[in-house]
């Protein structure tokens, strides 16, 4: 029996289910094995259900099948522009929202001023903004960014303003003691404070701005990989809406290990 005087380290590296203990760290090792085994445990159903004609391959095709549809997209009908597009696309939206979420969200920590109203517009859907958006900027590239700034940006800033409220009120009052001015103590404490769980609710939201694509590029879209699945499903080709809805996944799985590699690497004294 593991005595309980143990140190955490010898803990993490016991055997058995010491890994299941919340806060516990998971051995690289093991972490690494469980991501690839829910992988393929979630490819051998597939497979399962597909091969064995368990379900009728309209509805979901096989992993073979929404492979090839991969290859066919990209050698014949130019999905990589798709995938360029609407990077450029979810990238653009998320960071205006960044760049004007943040401050705001902090200056939400001390004023309930605008609180009531971001809370307020952050439950109106963005698809609901569309036919506006067009009306007022068009159908460029404009109009499906401004579709994500609005899905992501009234979100943001309620997170940043909980996460700017979870601050030691003691480090604030220390600074105001010692003479520091409102904007001081809002550049030089609050916000360095803040900065490990603002880059944690960064990382949350761009997985969001990742999901309004579709909807950004349902109307009125010439390219992008949502209007390739709208396409796809006009055609009923399934293979090809599976695809790209597994395209957004990765993308959206490679922006999020991009902003956890990002947080170790600045604020690694942070568990």
Do not use: C
Request: aromatic share 12%; glycine share 8%.
């Amino acid at each position: 029996m593991l005595n309980d005087r143990e140190p955490k380290n010898e803990r993490a590296s016991w055997g058995g289910g010491d890994f299941l203990t919340p806060r516990e760290p998971i051995p690289l090792g093991l972490y690494v094995a469980l991501s690839v085994a829910s992988f393929v445990l979630l490819l051998a159903l597939w497979a399962v259900l597909t091969y064995g004609r368990l379900i009728d391959p309209l509805f979901l095709p096989t992993p073979g099948r929404v492979f090839q549809a991969g290859l066919d997209l990209f050698l014949d009908l130019g999905f990589a522009t798709d995938i360029v597009a609407s990077t450029y696309r979810v990238m653009s939206g998320f960071l205006i929202a960044a760049v004007l979420g943040v401050p705001i969200g902090l200056l939400m920590a001390a004023e309930a001023l605008i609180e009531p109203l971001m809370g307020f517009i952050r439950y109106m859907p963005a698809s609901a903004f569309i036919p506006l958006f067009i009306l007022w900027l068009g159908i460029g590239d404009v109009e499906k960014i401004a579709i994500i700034f609005v899905g992501s940006f009234f979100q943001l800033v309620l997170m940043v303003a909980v996460v700017a409220k979870n601050v030691h009120k003691d480090m604030l009052e220390t600074a105001y003691t010692l003479g520091a001015r409102r904007s001081q103590v809002v550049r030089r404490v609050l916000l360095p404070a803040s900065l490990p769980g603002i880059l944690d609710t960064l990382r949350i939201i761009v997985g969001w701005a990742w999901t309004y694509i579709v909807v950004a590029e349902l109307v009125a879209s010439s390219s992008g990989i949502g209007y390739m699945i709208i396409s796809a499903q006009r055609m009923l080709r399934t293979a090809s809406i599976i695809f790209g809805i597994l395209t957004i996944g990765m993308l959206g799985l490679v922006t999020d290990y991009a902003f956890k590699w990002l947080h170790r690497k600045l604020f690694p004294w942070v568990e």
